[in-house]
């Protein structure tokens, strides 16, 4: 349907409709799926019990701010949340705030939808992201090989990109393995995979420490594990904070989908419409079972080549480890020695960054998550880091102006990451 047309049956839409539904009733948008009435609300959950409740709740949680938890409650989950008993404060519509970000003109002529908004444009969609990879690949083609891991649900490739010297060769060197994106509206975390393919391509020639580190290890980089979630977020010119994969109906959360300890505690969601679903069985997503496949394949001669791993997301500014299934410290393949030896390189990190430092958990329980899969089968040194910024303005949506200084705000933190690569334990004087 035309803009124009549209436009006016919305308008005798509006008229009909306005004489038999009451005042502040929002009504979908033509042309769009039937979207619920969305509200930004601010709860005050003092301990990770208070903050799992209301995650258990169903709402959409965005991120955390020391007890301040930013949620986004659908009309029908308003109850459950108030039902918590918590402190809240109510921050008015999201979809009126998606708005005043800005509306796109940009149609990307190869894709024929539209782009970022206005303010945006710095950020890379799943065209310019590739365009960006090939590039490094021209330039670069001593230390970097690209590959697709394979296909996300709606067909796009997964891809990968090595770094090291000698790319071509399967080397015995520590293997690191960093993943971007794997909720859709954490834009900035794709612009965090492509500073690190930067800064150890670009600065090899004349940095000793980069060449140091590109010579001894090999690097994994898989810059947009959901790009389907990117390009829906993008393409009606707003932005719409979605979070999940674009499996029917209503998506799948990756990061409730990995198969360790999948679905056993309540910090992932059964039913389809909530925002942490964690699909029809472990692996249901075939962004995450592509990385399962790619992972279990670094087991060489019995030995899981990849030796660290941290997963980028957005926002509030911490680092996380395993587990995040339980509150206790230490669990059946975790002891307290590797429990010290997570929380003393992530406390190191968070020195560089001023993110803060923590066990998944003591934010919320969460289930099926990507770190405890990858602690929990493979013993990879996984961590989340949840980028800039600490609260809920400027929220999942930086203005681009924002993303040299935010990105970069990590190079050492990486850098310390790449160097405890070879054997994290040495971080607590221990052996590998
Ligand atoms: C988090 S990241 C997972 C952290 N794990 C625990 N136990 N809190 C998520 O996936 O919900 C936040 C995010 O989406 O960025
Ligand atoms: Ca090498
Ligand atoms: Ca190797
Ligand atoms: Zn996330």
């Not at 009909?16 to 033509?30: K, M």
């Not at 009435?37 to 003092?46: D, S």
């Amino acid at each position: 349907m035309s803009p124009k047309r549209r436009g006016l049956v919305a308008a005798v839409l509006g008229a009909c409709l306005t004489l038999v539904l009451p005042l502040n009733t929002v009504t979908a948008q033509p042309g769009t799926t039937s979207t619920p009435e969305r509200t930004l609300f601010e709860i005050i959950a003092n301990t990770p019990q208070d903050r799992t409740k209301v995650a258990r709740t169903g709402v959409d949680v965005l991120g955390t701010d020391g007890p301040r938890l930013t949620v986004i409650a659908e009309a029908r989950q308003q109850w459950a949340l108030r039902a918590t008993g918590l402190p809240m404060t109510d921050l008015g519509d999201v979809d009126a705030q998606l708005a005043a970000l800005g509306k796109s003109d940009f149609t990307d002529p190869q894709v024929g939808t539209q782009d970022f908004p206005s303010g945006y444009a710095g950020y890379h969609n799943f065209r310019e992201t590739v365009a960006e990879l090939n590039q490094t690949v021209t330039d670069h083609s001593d230390l970097v090989k690209l590959s697709s891991i394979g296909k996300s649900y709606e067909n796009r490739d997964l891809w990968m990109l090595k770094i090291s010297d000698n790319p071509g060769v399967d080397e015995n060197e520590p293997e690191v393995l960093f993943t971007c994106n794997q909720h859709a509206r954490e834009h900035l975390t794709v612009e965090m995979c492509l500073r690190i393919i930067k800064q150890y391509t670009d600065n090899y020639a004349t940095n000793p420490t980069v060449k140091n580190l590109i010579d001894s290890r090999e690097i994994w980089v898989i810059p947009m594990v959901n790009p389907d979630g990117v390009e829906y977020d993008i393409a009606s010119g707003q932005f719409r904070s979605w979070r999940k994969n674009r499996q029917p109906s209503n998506g799948t959360d990756p990061n409730r989908n990995w198969g360790f300890q999948w679905g056993c505690c309540g910090g992932s969601s059964g039913s389809a419409t909530s925002e942490t679903y964690r699909g029809p069985s472990a692996f249901s997503a075939p962004e995450t079972a592509r990385i399962r496949d790619f992972v279990n394949g670094r087991v060489v001669g019995g030995t899981q080549q990849i030796k660290t791993h941290i997963d980028w997301h957005t926002y509030s500014e911490l680092i996380l480890w395993p587990y995040g299934y339980t509150y206790a410290d230490t669990a059946p393949g975790l002891d307290a020695n590797q429990a010290n030896a997570f929380a003393t390189l992530g406390r190191r990190m968070a020195a560089t960054n001023g993110y803060t430092p923590q066990q998944s958990s003591d934010l919320y329980i969460t289930d099926g998550s990507v770190n405890d899969w990858m602690w929990g089968v493979h013993k990879i040194w996984s961590y989340t880091f949840e980028m800039y910024p600490k609260g809920a303005s400027p929220g999942f949506y930086p203005r681009d102006t924002l993303i040299a200084a935010q990105t970069a705000r990590n190079d050492s933190a990486v850098e310390l990451f790449l160097t405890y690569s070879d054997c994290v334990p040495r971080i607590i004087g221990r052996t590998c």
